[in-house]
């Protein structure tokens, strides 16, 4: 018996509901595998089922009676022909000018002007790799990146437009985080006993989570999950135990609070001698500590007519093969290498 949610990319809270991009109610289907030998399942597996639906009579939920199990290889396959034309593309081109060139397209693509900072941060967090070996040390390698800023400065659209770009990645309000929960819960239920009902941070392993309106969690609520953003991995130890894998690439997306008022005040970015001043209002201590990036956007920084005008010029179509690209990176086949210049200049700095 397994229970499993749809593959979504965004999700929010309206009135009760939890609905994806489509308007279709977030929830679980359980679902029980007719098979002759045991099946693993892994809790962020991607699998495909056939089977038939069967209404219980007294509650009207649906089962499916599945007969036939597959696992889709996600994230695992990508189209070489499409990887060696954006390597063309970048053939001669300087790192910074390959930077250059995929932050001129993406704001073309998404109409998001002047926050480049967000966008190069974006991009950072999906392309890490999940380990990385350096100096003989194997080390965590997946993001955890923070967007602080003044609202309406483009923190979520960047996100959502990534997701559009590079088709992976899930997008997630505050109160969404809450009502389903980001590690986990022991559930139980009727004459089954008790199981773990796994989070977001375990269903998002090896992918990529967003969540919008960080700010809105308590400060506790992030420190609970620091040891699992550092080790990569979810423990329950209550009336159902199991542990899973977390190695979630993160993007907290946050205001300033005013925590002289309430901690549900806003305030404002400019109010702040430092911009990095206003993280210590989201986040604890222990929380900072596993950050990798925080990238700021303060409603000044960009002029309104900069924005208020026809964005004509259209992206190049080699701008849509990043979306290969990170299934390569993501596959078990990428491949990281220092050269000497490299390894230097990280000692120095």
């Not at 022909?81 to 001669?92: A, I, P, R, V």
């Not at 967000?118 to 790799?129: C, I």
């Not at 907290?252 to 806003?266: G, L």
């Not at 209002?281 to 303060?298: E, G, N, Q, Y």
Request: glycine letters at 4%.
């Amino acid at each position: 018996r397994i229970r499993v949610r749809p593959p979504v990319f965004t999700l929010e809270k309206r009135g009760e509901k939890i609905v994806d991009e489509r308007g279709f109610e977030y929830k679980a289907l359980d679902i029980y595998v007719v098979a002759e030998k045991p099946i693993v399942f892994q809790p962020s597996s991607l699998i495909r089922v056939e089977g038939t639906p069967l209404p219980n009579p007294k509650t009207q939920q649906t089962t499916l009676l599945a007969y036939k199990v597959d696992f889709p290889e996600e994230n695992t396959t990508f189209d070489k022909e499409k990887l060696n034309t954006l390597n063309e593309k970048f053939k001669g081109l300087s790192v910074s000018e390959r930077v250059c060139w995929i932050l001129d397209n993406f704001e073309r693509f998404s109409k998001i002007v002047g926050r480049r900072n967000l966008a190069m941060a974006g991009f950072l967090a999906y392309f890490t790799p999940l380990w990385v070996r350096f100096d003989g040390m194997l080390q965590r390698g997946w993001g955890n990146i923070l967007f602080c800023g003044d609202t309406t400065t483009a923190k979520t659209e960047t996100i959502r437009k990534l997701i559009m770009l590079l088709k992976a990645g899930m997008l997630i309000t505050a109160e969404t985080a809450t009502a389903v929960g980001l590690t986990g819960t022991a559930t139980q239920v009727e004459k089954e006993g008790w199981f773990v009902d796994w989070g977001f941070l375990v269903l998002l392993d090896r992918k990529l989570l967003a969540v919008d309106g960080a700010h809105k969690l308590s400060l506790s609520n992030w420190a609970a999950l620091a040891e699992a953003e550092r080790s990569g991995v979810v423990s329950i130890a209550k009336a159902a135990k199991n542990t899973a894998y977390a190695r979630t690439r993160q993007i907290k997306i946050a205001n300033p609070v005013d925590r002289e008022a309430d901690k549900y005040s806003t305030k404002s970015l400019s109010a702040f001698l430092y911009p990095c001043q206003a993280i210590p209002t989201i986040l604890d201590k222990t929380s900072i500590a596993r950050l990798d990036l925080a990238v700021f956007a303060d409603q000044h920084d960009v002029a309104p007519e900069e924005i208020n005008k026809v964005q004509a010029e259209e992206a190049e179509a080699e701008i849509l093969f990043l979306a290969e690209a990170l299934n390569w990176c993501w596959s078990s086949q990428a491949q990281i290498e220092y050269t000497e210049e490299a390894v230097n200049t990280i000692h120095d700095e």
